[in-house]
């Protein structure tokens, strides 16, 4: 919508603006790694860092998230009381978050919010209440390959304002009524800022050299992929440790809970993983995924080939390359993409 500047020594300023009414968060170094903290001024923040090593998907979907909580309340005639969970109370800002993982709230938004009955008001509240400043990616890492899954290292989707590092200053553009009224007071870039941005991206998309190709999945039938024999290869070395889902910003397996002490509880929604064997196990002793191919085959194909069908071709991953970095027996997911397309 706009395209304006902000000058590194006027960031305090308008990180003080943000921060009146807000939460504001930030990636920042906690014990020698990139995680995500509350920032009040700029130095605290990371203005360069490759990418926090767990997604930001915890701000909407907690790892540990009450839904409710009850009570037995003898001689009341309702019998039980349940009460919601208050909502968020206050907006809050996500500041420097990287073109992928703006792109995974999406693919979530299409998972979490369908119709009215897949609604999900813990997410919806969360997602309505934040506003999401993206840092593009001028050097992506060599785990990175978002521009085949539909993303880019200045990617903009997903985001109400995007601002690119061109030195003593940064680009910001806005694509939100949201992003817009955070940038009004600011200056106009010039056609030389315009110029130095497009030619980072440029040289940032360069740098991605690997990637996924999957037109022969699309192709393919669920069936012929299914009983495809690389399974079994990539069976072999996965731990099902579930260290890949963990990490990553599309994953959104859950199991819900009923905590109870007493009389009262608390209904609880835990992240879980499908590599897990327990995650699909049934009540009747039943298990559908119940060998170790069925749950590693279950992440990709989900990823790559049932949310496509289901979500308009869109793809459950944006190569941000986590997966890639922190599994332990180096499962590559570009490989193994690459081998479902052959
Ligand atoms: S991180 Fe690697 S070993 Fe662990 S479940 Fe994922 S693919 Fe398997
Ligand atoms: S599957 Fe791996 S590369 Fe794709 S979004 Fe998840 S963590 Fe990132």
């Known amino acids: 919508m706009s395209h304006k500047i902000l000058a590194k020594d006027k960031l305090d300023a308008f990180l003080q603006g943000l921060c009146r009414d807000q939460d504001l968060f930030a990636p920042v170094m906690k014990d020698g790694k990139v995680g995500w903290a509350p920032v009040t001024t700029a130095a605290e923040a990371l203005w360069e860092f490759s990418n926090s090593e767990l997604s930001p998907k915890d701000f909407f979907f907690p790892q540990t998230e009450c839904m409710m909580r009850f009570k037995n309340v003898q001689g009341d005639p309702q019998g039980m009381i349940m009460q919601a969970e208050p909502a968020l109370n206050k907006p809050r800002v ?54 085949t899954v539909g993303s880019n290292p200045h990617g903009t989707t997903g985001l109400d304002v995007l601002l690119t590092d061109i030195g003593d200053k940064l680009v910001a553009e806005s694509f939100t009524a ?41 192709a393919a039938t669920v069936m012929e992929l299914y009983d495809a024999p690389l399974w079994d290869r990539v069976m072999e070395s996965c731990l099902n440790c579930g260290t890949c889902t963990f990490c990553c910003p599309t994953c959104h397996c859950f199991d819900i809970q009923d905590e109870t002490q007493g009389e009262a509880g608390r209904r609880v929604r835990n992240w879980d993983y499908c590599m897990s064997w327990l995650f699909t196990m049934h009540g009747t002793g039943h298990n559908p995924r119940g060998t170790k191919k069925d749950r590693v085959r279950q992440r990709f194909m989900h990823k790559f080939k049932y949310i496509p069908v289901k979500r308009g071709g869109e793809i459950g991953c944006v190569g941000c390359g986590r997966c890639v970095q922190l599994c332990p027996v180096n499962i590559d997911v570009r490989k193994v993409v690459n081998d479902m397309n052959a």
């Open 178 to 218: 949201k992003g817009e009224a955070l940038l009004k007071e600011l200056p106009e870039v010039t056609r030389q800022d315009l110029f130095q941005a497009g030619e980072l991206k440029k040289a940032a998309e360069a740098k991605i050299t690997s990637g996924v190709a999957v037109d022969k999945i699309n």
């Open 94 to 147: 996500l500041l420097n978050i990287r073109p992928c993982d703006a792109k995974a709230f999406q693919v979530l938004d299409m998972i979490f919010v369908q119709d009215e009955m897949t609604n999900d008001l813990y997410w919806r509240d969360k997602r309505e209440k934040t506003t999401l400043i993206g840092l593009a990616c001028n050097d992506p890492c060599p785990t990175c390959f978002c521009t």
